[in-house]
C-alpha cells in the first residue's frame, strides 16, 4: 500500500504508526469491506466530520496522522452501536479509542474533564472523589445514616505505581 | 463456600446512593447474599480514551481481585463496570501484547490473569437466583405500568456483536413483566443518552439525553426506567439540562431498575433511595 497517496493533504501512509494504533486492537480495521453499517447507526453521525466507516478506511491505508489530530475522534459517543452493527468484527469504538490514546500521548488534545478525573484518579483510587449524598430537598446524607456499611477504597500502592508506568509509557 | 462479591464502582460511591440502596435492599428481599469487594476502586472506564492498556489494567484487576478473594463471580449493578470487565476479557483473549502487559502489572500483587472472577450484573442474577417465577411469588403490589426502558449501551452491547444483548433484553423483560411491567418499543429505545460523550462535548451530550426524554414523553409510557448510572446521571440529574437542550419542559420520572422492583416487592420508597431521584418520580402513583 505504500505507494498510496492521499490527494487532498498529499500524505503518504504511515504504517508504522498504523502498527502501532492497531496492535492492541481486539478488532482492528483490517477486514473491514467499507459496507457502511457502522456509520448508518451512528450517533454521533452529524457531529461527525469523519465517519466511521471513513475512519475505518484511512486507518486500514495507513492514513493515521490525520485522524489523530482530527476532531471527529473526540465527537465519538462511545454508543458502541457501530460494533455491534459490524458483520466483520471490527470495533470503530475500539479505533477511535486507540486514535485517542495517540493525541493524547502526543499531547495534541486532553480533555479538561479527562484531567480532573486522572487527577482524583492518582489521589484517591476512584474516578470521583467519595462524597455526601444529597437529596432532592439539598439535605446531605452520610453512609451511616442510610444504613450503608463504611468501604474502604482506593489503590494499593503496588497498583498505584504499575498504574503510572502503564501511564508513563504511552 | 464463598458467595458473591459486589463492585460498586465510583458513581455509586460519590453519592449515587439510590442504586445501592435499591440493589442491596431488593437482593435482601429476595435472599441473595452480596459481600462489598474491598478496597473498591476505579473500574478503568474514564481513562480509555487517555490509555487503553491502563484502563483494561484497572477493570481485569477488580476481576482478579475478586477471585484472590476466593469469589467465582462479581456483581456490577453500573453497566459501565459490567462492560469493562467484559470488553476487557475480549481485548485480552484477542491480544498477546496486552495480556503480557497486564500480567507484568499484576506481577507486584500477586495477581493472576489465570485467576479472574467472571462479572455478572443484576438483571443476570436476578433471573438465575429467582427467576421470572420466583419474583412473581414474592410480588406484594403489582405495578401496572408500561414503562419506557431504557436499556444503555452498555447494558445492551457488553459483547458487541454477539447478540447477547438481545438475549439479556428477553430476560430484563420477563423479569419486568413478572412484576406486572409491560415495557414496549418506542422509537429511540436503543439509543445512547450521551453519557460518554459528556466527557467531550457537554452540549450534544445534552442534546441526546433530551431526545431519549422527549421519546418517552411521546410515547406517553409511565416513565423512564434505567439501569446505570451514568444513564441515571444524564436522564435523572440533569433532566433540566437535557430537557432544555430540546426545548422541552415537561418532566419525566426516572427510576432504576431495582427501584422498579422494590415497589412491587413491597419495599417502603424511602429505603429505596427515591428522594434521592432528582426527576418528578411522585408523578408515578406506585411511589406515593
Redesign the interface.
Known amino acids: 500500500m505504500s505507494g498510496l497517496t492521499d490527494l487532498m493533504t498529499m500524505a503518504k501512509p504511515n504504517e508504522a504508526l498504523k502498527a502501532r494504533i492497531i496492535a492492541l486492537l481486539a478488532r482492528g480495521p483490517d477486514m473491514c469491506l467499507q459496507c457502511g453499517r457502522c456509520t448508518s447507526g451512528c450517533t454521533a453521525f452529524r457531529l461527525l466530520e469523519l465517519k466511521p466507516h471513513e475512519i475505518v478506511c484511512s486507518a486500514k491505508m495507513g492514513f493515521v496522522e490525520e485522524l489523530v489530530s482530527s476532531k471527529s475522534i473526540w465527537d465519538c459517543a462511545l454508543c458502541l452501536k457501530c460494533a455491534e452493527r459490524c458483520p466483520q468484527e471490527v470495533s470503530p469504538y475500539e479505533l477511535i479509542l486507540s486514535l485517542r490514546n495517540e493525541a493524547i500521548s502526543k499531547g495534541l488534545e486532553i480533555p479538561e474533564a479527562l484531567r480532573d478525573i486522572l487527577m482524583t484518579l492518582m489521589e484517591t483510587g476512584l474516578a470521583f472523589k467519595p462524597k455526601k449524598a444529597v437529596d432532592r430537598e439539598g439535605k446531605a446524607y452520610g453512609r451511616e445514616e442510610l444504613g450503608l456499611p463504611a468501604l474502604r477504597t482506593g489503590l494499593s500502592e503496588q497498583a498505584l505505581m504499575a498504574l503510572m508506568e502503564l501511564l508513563g509509557g504511552a | 463456600m464463598p458467595g458473591l462479591a459486589v463492585f460498586?464502582g465510583?458513581?455509586v460511591?460519590?453519592?449515587?446512593?439510590a442504586l445501592?440502596?435499591s440493589v442491596?435492599k431488593v437482593l435482601e428481599t429476595l435472599g441473595v447474599d452480596i459481600t462489598?469487594l474491598?478496597?473498591?476502586?476505579?473500574c478503568g472506564?474514564?481513562?480509555?480514551?487517555?490509555?487503553?492498556?491502563?484502563s483494561c489494567?484497572?477493570a481485569l484487576?477488580i476481576l482478579a481481585l475478586s477471585a484472590s478473594k476466593g469469589y467465582n463471580e462479581v456483581l456490577m449493578p453500573c453497566s459501565k463496570g459490567y462492560f469493562m470487565a467484559n470488553w476487557s476479557l475480549?481485548?485480552l483473549?484477542?491480544?498477546g501484547?496486552?495480556s503480557e502487559?497486564i500480567s507484568?502489572?499484576?506481577s507486584?500483587?500477586g495477581l493472576s490473569l489465570d485467576r479472574l472472577s467472571r462479572p455478572i450484573d443484576l438483571v443476570e442474577l436476578v433471573y438465575r437466583a429467582v427467576g421470572p417465577e420466583g419474583l412473581r411469588n414474592k410480588v406484594e403490589k403489582p405495578l401496572g405500568l408500561r414503562v419506557a426502558l431504557h436499556p444503555g449501551?452498555?447494558f445492551?452491547?457488553s459483547k458487541?456483536?454477539t447478540g447477547e444483548?438481545l438475549r439479556k433484553l428477553a430476560e430484563l423483560r420477563e423479569l419486568l413483566s413478572a412484576v406486572g411491567v409491560e415495557a414496549p418499543y418506542y422509537p429511540g429505545m436503543?439509543?445512547?443518552c450521551?453519557g460518554?460523550?459528556?466527557?467531550?462535548?457537554q452540549d450534544?451530550?445534552l442534546t441526546?439525553a433530551g431526545s431519549k426524554l422527549k421519546a418517552a414523553s411521546e410515547s406517553s409510557l409511565d416513565c423512564l426506567v434505567v439501569l446505570c448510572p451514568s444513564c441515571f446521571e444524564m436522564l435523572d440529574a440533569r433532566q433540566e439540562d437535557a430537557l432544555s437542550a430540546v426545548g422541552e419542559k415537561k418532566g419525566v420520572p426516572v427510576l432504576y431498575l431495582p427501584q422498579l422492583l422494590g415497589l412491587a416487592l413491597g419495599i417502603d420508597p424511602a429505603e429505596l433511595?427515591l428522594?434521592?431521584?432528582?426527576s418528578p418520580v411522585e408523578e408515578l402513583s406506585v411511589v406515593r
Open positions: 460498586w465510583c458513581r460511591l460519590s453519592g449515587d446512593v445501592e440502596l442491596r462489598d474491598e478496597p473498591q476502586s476505579c472506564e474514564p481513562i480509555r480514551s487517555l490509555n487503553l492498556t491502563a489494567y484497572l484487576r475480549d481485548m483473549s484477542r491480544s501484547e496486552l502487559a507484568k502489572a499484576f507486584s500483587e449501551c452498555y445492551m452491547r458487541p456483536g444483548g436503543m439509543d445512547c450521551g460518554s460523550l459528556w466527557l467531550t462535548r450534544a451530550a441526546l433511595g428522594r434521592f431521584n432528582r
